[in-house]
């Protein structure tokens, strides 16, 4: 049972263009959702994160959308850039649990 | 310089062996875990530690094993019993609240 889901396995965009990527969940004790970024070969990086009390958080180019009735986040790169080409890893947890459950992650490709 | 630290980035194992994967943390951080990740897969947890001395299994736990005997340091085996050891071992850490965990480079493991 996949309670966190990156839907879009990969997503291509243009350099200077939105990037958009989605992740559902179905756990509603979920109350806080994390992006990673990882490139092959290593370890995830931490880009932005959100409580479940907000609805958006904003970090330079990375914005991140939570709308808990439809049970959806969104990360969005404005603008993208290569560098930003990498695997997305969408994340949730409860708070005291500690163990994080992520997405399959979904490949950005930024096109030059 | 803090950090989570993994050796070694490459290993070999024999059919039959116990290998150990290395981690060490220096950021104080209470909780530390291991994941797996497989090609085109995301993460899944295979024990974590949130205090010394303490361990819990995670999703995939059979056929690894854990110790927790330092704050900085949460070794995993995996043991001959994991019949399909062949993966990308990330560790991690985090402490407090709501809580961001940080990875380390990973340790890519192979049978021969």
């Known amino acids: 049972d996949q309670q966190v889901k990156q839907n879009s396995p990969s997503l291509s965009v243009q350099e200077g263009r939105i990037s958009i990527l989605n992740c559902d969940y179905t756990n509603s004790m979920f109350d806080y959702f994390l992006w990673y970024k990882k490139y092959p070969a290593e370890g995830p990086t931490f880009l932005i994160s959100i409580s479940s009390i907000k609805d958006k958080n904003e970090d330079g180019r990375f914005t991140v959308f939570l709308n808990k009735s439809a049970k959806h986040l969104s990360l969005h790169i404005v603008p993208s850039q290569p560098g930003d080409s990498a695997v997305y890893f969408c994340?949730?947890?409860?708070?005291?649990?500690?163990?994080?459950?992520f997405g399959s992650g979904t490949r950005l490709q930024v096109q030059p | 310089d803090g950090g989570i630290t993994q050796s070694p980035k490459y290993l070999f194992r024999k059919e039959g062996q116990n290998v150990t994967l290395s981690c060490e943390q220096n950021l104080n951080h209470d909780a530390m875990y291991w994941y797996r990740q497989d090609p085109g897969q995301g993460l899944r947890l295979i024990y974590y530690?949130?205090?010394?001395?303490?361990?819990q299994k995670g999703d995939i736990a059979e056929g690894y094993s854990v110790s927790r005997e330092k704050k900085e340091s949460f070794p995993l085996t995996v043991t001959s019993a994991q019949k399909n050891p062949t993966a990308f071992y990330l560790c991690a850490s985090s402490s407090g609240g709501q809580e961001t965990q940080y990875f380390g480079p990973g340790t890519r493991l192979l049978v021969l």
């Open positions: 530690s949130q205090i010394v001395n303490d361990f």
């Open positions: 994340a949730a947890g409860v708070t005291g649990r500690r163990a994080l459950t």
